[in-house]
């Protein structure tokens, strides 16, 4: 063999070996194709070396846990998400990992979902490009992407085997968007199918989604690797372009590939592309280690050779150093900072000043909730409790009270609260954790509500009576209900999930010394019955109903002019901001946006702009508006103006038809806003776009409200009528009400009043055939 993709001498035993694992978590190493490790990692490296499982329940090689998705997504920056996405890649090669399973990047459709914390937004924008940003960032260190779960993955309950049943245009436009846009940008190097069927399909046997979609559409040209456990049929599942099926061992189903390429059901050639795949990854990982002149203990080390990646694919490498994970520590501090968001700051609360005597109150001050629990669970090489940080920064005048107990039981809850409202009453302000525990929302199970533990709520209003100074500081993988929290707490911080410095990155905000620039990444509504699926969610008998079509999040509320207690995007500053000179000039499909941002306030900051955009006079169903851009100020000193320029692509601006199965861009009027959130718009403008023209074939099917619509088959209409059809495409002989019935009539229904059918064809030819001034998209 004359390199390692060159497989045309493997026995096809072999080649079937090569699509399925050796053990848990490594692949097959055949002839010249050298194990490979895959591990989970979106936040942090979770390496095990003992016994092995894909729920986080056996131990793991200490790693940096940075901000889960959930956390990393407030912070709208890609850079941020690509410098995360970077040191993961450096501690997977020190932990002699190939492949990093992530980022996860499906759309939170409903709050209550139990892997949203790993998951980024409400919304496909903001996802693709901070997913994108990730993969980029994992991938320059020569360490593989797993982008996932391929698709429409929204929910846990039933997940193995309920089918997400969507509409065309949602599919694309929404839960599809995401990929689409990373694969196509940042090349990840694989791709992980979901458990769920889509539209009844398993997304493990679904050619068209695996195939035709992902590699004929999109140009994907790495390896399909199934979710843990989602293969049912093996060679289905190989047909339908499936390349390496997880986990290995007796059950992965080679000898059943083997023997149905032998009875003929199964195509050897679909074999051999999927272990050429499997090949191909091994030999591009190699490559890139090479190139960069690292092995896997990290920047630095010698290359090595395919025989010893062979040899020590299943062994861990060197391990996280401490300098390296002092370093990443460092900038896990750094990038939870970014991710706080200061939901509320009446009187200017915030940020705390020094020497003030501050009642620290909540179990979570010193039990963080840090990360989320399941397969990507990590075990972090430190973590920072808030409470010493907030000492640190502090002084002396720091007293704590747990205030209640993260397991029910464990102390007299009626005790814990009347000390801690004592404390907040002697104190001048009370910083009070809330929370979701770690047992309340995972990976495995969906939550049935948004609220706050009771007991968590009663004590934050015993606090506030008696304290009207009061910091609530929140720590949740899933969007609570707020709303009693907002209205018993002048100041609010939102930690979500901030990985193992995020401790020191809270106090860091508290104090001032980060100004927070954080901005939420999804709605938080007034109560569960406002959300979007509402009643289509979880589904039954193994079918979720996506019956809310394109609104999603923020689209939803906006749509219905519903309130909601916080909005997409929204998230306060210790300073302020003005926009002005908004302006918009096409630029290739598309137009480039263009504004001031001006720092107004008294400090330094950066600020996080938001572009929407709509088309007020559409022809199909739209949103009102969605965003289409955003971009992040530098650190502006106060008086300080940057000119902020974003662009906004074809690709960003049409929408899916269904007629034609194409996307479209529509000519016409677009509005956009520059705004700080979707509901806090600061400027607008609009801009004309030529757009495309839509030709939407004309069959018997089609009315002749559709057919007078086209102008080819509007003449062709009145060839056959005359008189008649010219009153019925523009004169009011028959009245409005009648040209409306008259409108919802299939062409097909003409034989009814009198047409042959060979005049229905000589108008459907005449309708359909191209004039040199058509143009079909």
Request: glycine share 12%; charged share 20%; aromatic share 6%.
């Amino acid at each position: 063999m004359t390199s390692r993709t060159d497989l045309s001498d493997l026995p096809l035993a072999e080649q079937a070996a090569l699509g399925s694992g050796a053990d848990f978590w490594t692949t097959e190493a055949i002839g010249p194709v050298p194990a490979l490790t895959l591990t989970d990692g979106p936040h942090g490296v979770r390496r095990q070396t003992g016994t092995t499982d894909h729920l986080g329940l056996a131990g793991s090689e200490p790693a940096t846990c940075f901000p889960p998705a959930v956390g990393l997504a407030n912070s709208w920056d890609p850079g941020l998400a690509r410098r995360v996405g970077e040191a993961l890649g450096r501690e997977a090669r020190a932990l002699g990992v190939d492949v990093l399973l992530g980022p996860g990047v499906n759309i939170k459709r409903d709050p209550r979902g139990g892997r949203n914390f790993e998951y980024y937004s409400e919304d496909p924008l903001l996802t693709g490009r901070l997913g994108a940003a990730w993969v980029e960032g994992v991938q320059s260190t020569g360490v593989g992407a797993s982008l996932k779960h391929f698709a429409a993955n929204n929910a846990e309950h039933d997940r193995m085997r309920a089918s997400s049943d969507i509409d065309p245009r949602p599919l694309r436009e929404i839960y599809l968007r995401a990929f689409s846009h990373i694969v196509r940008t940042a090349r990840p190097w694989t791709v992980m199918c979901s458990y769920n069927r889509i539209n009844g399909v398993s997304a493990a046997q679904n050619r068209w989604l695996l195939t035709d979609l992902l590699r004929g559409e999109w140009g994907f040209d790495g390896v399909v690797v199934s979710d843990w456990g989602a293969v049912v049929d093996r060679p289905a599942s190989v047909a339908a372009g499936l390349d390496l099926a997880m986990p290995g061992g007796p059950g992965a189903g080679d000898d059943r590939v083997v023997a149905a390429v032998e009875s003929g059901t199964l195509d050897e050639a679909e074999v051999t592309a999927a272990a050429t795949n499997v090949a191909r990854l091994a030999e591009r990982v190699h490559a890139s280690r090479t190139r960069a002149g690292a092995g896997p203990s990290g920047a630095g080390a010698a290359a090595t050779t395919p025989e010893q990646e062979s040899a020590g694919a299943r062994s861990a490498g060197s391990g996280v150093s401490g300098e390296l994970a002092e370093t990443h520590h460092r900038l896990a501090r750094e990038v939870a900072g970014r991710c706080v968001v200061l939901l509320q700051n009446d009187r200017d609360l915030l940020p705390l000043t020094p020497g003030r005597r501050i009642a620290v109150i909540g179990a979570f001050a010193t039990e963080p909730r840090y990360q989320g629990g399941g397969s990507s669970h990590v075990t972090a090489t430190r973590v920072d409790a808030p409470l010493d940080m907030i000492r640190a920064l502090a002084g002396d005048t720091v007293s704590y009270h747990p205030g209640f107990t993260v397991a029910p039981g464990e102390a007299d809850a009626s005790a814990l609260r009347e000390e801690a409202v004592s404390a907040a009453r002697d104190a001048e302000v009370a910083v009070v954790f809330l929370g979701v525990a770690a047992d309340q929302e995972s990976e495995g199970f969906d939550r049935d509500h948004l609220e706050l533990p009771a007991e968590q709520v009663d004590l934050l209003t015993a606090v506030a009576r008696e304290q009207p100074d009061t910091v609530v500081v929140l720590a949740h993988g899933g969007v609570l209900r707020l709303d009693p929290v907002a209205r018993l707490a002048p100041s609010v911080l939102d930690g979500t999930l901030l990985g193992q410095a995020g401790g020191g990155a809270l106090a860091d905000v508290l104090f001032g010394v980060v100004n927070p620039s954080g901005r939420l990444a999804e709605t938080v509504p007034v109560r569960l019955q406002d959300t979007p699926a509402y009643l289509n969610f979880p589904g039954e008998n193994s079918h979720v109903r996506y019956g809310e079509g394109l609104y999603i999040g923020y689209r939803w509320y906006d749509a219905r002019n519903l309130d909601v207690c916080y909005p997409f995007g929204h998230g306060l500053s210790y300073t302020t901001f003005g926009y002005s000179e908004l302006s918009a000039e096409p630029a290739g499909d598309g137009f480039t946006v263009r504004l001031t941002v001006t720092n107004t306030g008294t400090r330094p900051g950066r600020e996080v702009v938001q572009i929407y955009t709509g088309v007020p006079d559409s022809m199909v169903q739209r949103p009102v508006r969605v965003l289409a851009g955003t971009a992040i100020t530098g650190e502006l000193a106060p008086g300080v103006s940057e000119r902020v320029s974003i662009d906004v692509p074809r690709d960003d601006l049409a929408y899916w038809e269904t007629r034609i199965e194409q996307w479209v861009l529509e000519p016409g009027t677009y509005r956009i806003w520059a705004g700080a959130s979707s509901r806090d718009l600061r400027a607008e403008t609009d801009i004309h776009l030529v757009g495309e023209a839509l030709r939407v074939p004309i069959t018997i099917d089609s009315t002749l409200g559709e057919a007078m619509a086209d102008p080819r088959a509007a003449a062709a209409l009145s060839a056959v009528f005359g008189e008649m059809a010219a009153t019925m495409g523009g004169g009011d002989a028959l009245g409005v009400d009648m040209m409306r019935m008259i409108a919802s009539i299939p062409l097909n229904r003409l034989a009814l009043f009198g047409m042959a059918p060979e005049q229905l064809d000589a108008l459907l030819t005449a309708a359909n055939t191209d004039g040199p001034d058509s143009r079909s998209k």
